[in-house]
């Protein structure tokens, strides 16, 4: 096993934590990091970071990454990597002082969300490779956007909202080609909707509201057009859909009235939805991506609430603790896998605690769980824009 490191540490915060079992940690930071797994070398590249920790969030099939960097105080700023996860750059803002990136196409084209001087967050495409920034702008009558899917076309899809307290309705959208012509996608009957993804046919999934005041995923046919309801696994009473294929095998969670989540993925056009299961052990888990041989990745939840990415083999068989398949630093656990290329690269988010060393990272890790973080709750990250009545809290 091959442990590559991207980036060297420029310093390390100073804290004391109480790790089950172990007593007072010193002299280390409790710290998120993301990771490219690549399942074909069984090789492990630890990101770089523009702050103090980088959370990744999509990947496309030359192993570009893209995410958002943290720094204490100055908020999160999206970058993107080379290919293969090498080197970093910060992709800027419009004149404001935030972006985040969340999602990348074959071109190297990134989608997200940033702020402009004096104005809301709103969605954002950029030129291949990440080169140049282009407001996306809102549907008519709305104030913000957020863009979270892409696909090879540039079509990009996501969700458009205006001001309001209570927060008013979202409403999800697509654009044309390289993000030119937003138009709303509409809706299952009720009042609000979000796009999350989108493929090369131009099918969307995402979720919306029922006229009966139910939430349920949805998945429309090319360009977008006609939304279908995907229904949820019996016994659950709403369902999200967050990825989907170029066979329009789409993957996503549904959620028990106890709000524990089941991650699900369907046959070809969203037909069939059916579970994944949890990791031995576990109670929930959620599906956040898939490639096009049907290679799922995610996050399966203990009952204390602590995480381990999963990977499944093709159309979602074979459950397995992303952790038992490549060798980590020490200490180091996998939370959530973020995204995974049709090359079987996978970007995870991983936790633990960071010690610098002369040529080495020591990280330490047991029973630390989660770290009161969820790498990829998307629900909290898209939260972040407008409290919109489509995600739970």
Not at 192 to 217: F, M, P, Y
Request: aromatic share 4%; net charge negative; charged share 15%.
């Amino acid at each position: 096993m091959i442990i590559k490191e991207c980036f060297k540490v420029r310093h390390c915060i100073l804290v004391a934590v109480f790790v089950t079992g172990l007593g007072p940690v010193t002299h280390a930071a409790a710290q998120q990091r993301s990771f490219l797994v690549d399942l074909n070398t069984r090789t492990v590249t630890l990101l770089g970071t523009i702050g103090e920790r980088a959370i990744a969030s999509g990947i496309n099939d030359a192993g570009q990454v893209v995410g958002s960097s943290f720094t204490s105080g100055e908020g999160s700023h999206g970058f993107i990597t080379g290919p293969n996860g090498v080197g970093i750059r910060d992709l800027g803002s419009l004149g404001g002082v935030f972006s985040e990136a969340n999602g990348i196409n074959n071109a190297g084209q990134a989608i997200g969300q940033t702020d402009e001087a004096g104005r809301p967050a709103g969605a954002f495409i950029t030129g291949p490779n990440g080169v140049g920034m282009t407001a996306l702008g809102a549907l008519n009558g709305d104030t913000q956007s957020s863009a979270w899917g892409i696909n090879n076309s540039g079509q990009v899809v996501g969700i458009s909202v205006s001001d309001g307290n209570p927060a008013p309705p979202a409403h999800a959208f697509i654009t044309g080609p390289n993000g030119v012509g937003m138009r709303p996608l509409g809706t299952l009957g009720g009042g609000s909707s979000g796009a999350q993804d989108i493929n090369d046919t131009g099918q969307v999934v995402g979720d919306s509201v029922t006229a009966e005041g139910r939430h349920r995923a949805f998945i429309t046919g090319p360009n977008g057009v006609e939304m279908r309801d995907l229904g949820t696994l019996a016994g659950d009473y709403r369902s999200d859909a967050w990825a989907i294929n170029n066979a329009g095998q789409v993957v996503g969670r549904a959620l028990t009235a106890a709000g524990l989540s089941h991650a699900f993925i369907t046959g070809p056009d969203g037909l069939g939805m059916r579970a994944l299961g949890t990791l031995d052990g576990d109670v929930s888990s959620s599906a956040w991506d898939i490639n096009d041989a049907g290679q799922v990745v995610g996050t399966s939840v203990t009952a204390e609430g602590h995480q381990r990415a999963f990977f499944t083999g093709s159309n979602g068989t074979d459950l397995t603790d992303l952790n038992s398949l490549v060798e980590l630093p020490q200490g180091v656990i996998l939370t959530e896998a973020m995204g995974i290329n049709n090359y079987g690269q996978v970007v995870a988010v991983g936790v633990g605690i960071l010690v610098p060393e002369p040529e080495t990272y020591a990280m330490l890790l047991a029973g630390l769980g989660m770290v009161g973080f969820m790498a990829r709750n998307r629900n909290q990250r898209r939260l972040s824009l407008a409290q919109t009545p489509i995600r739970p809290k």
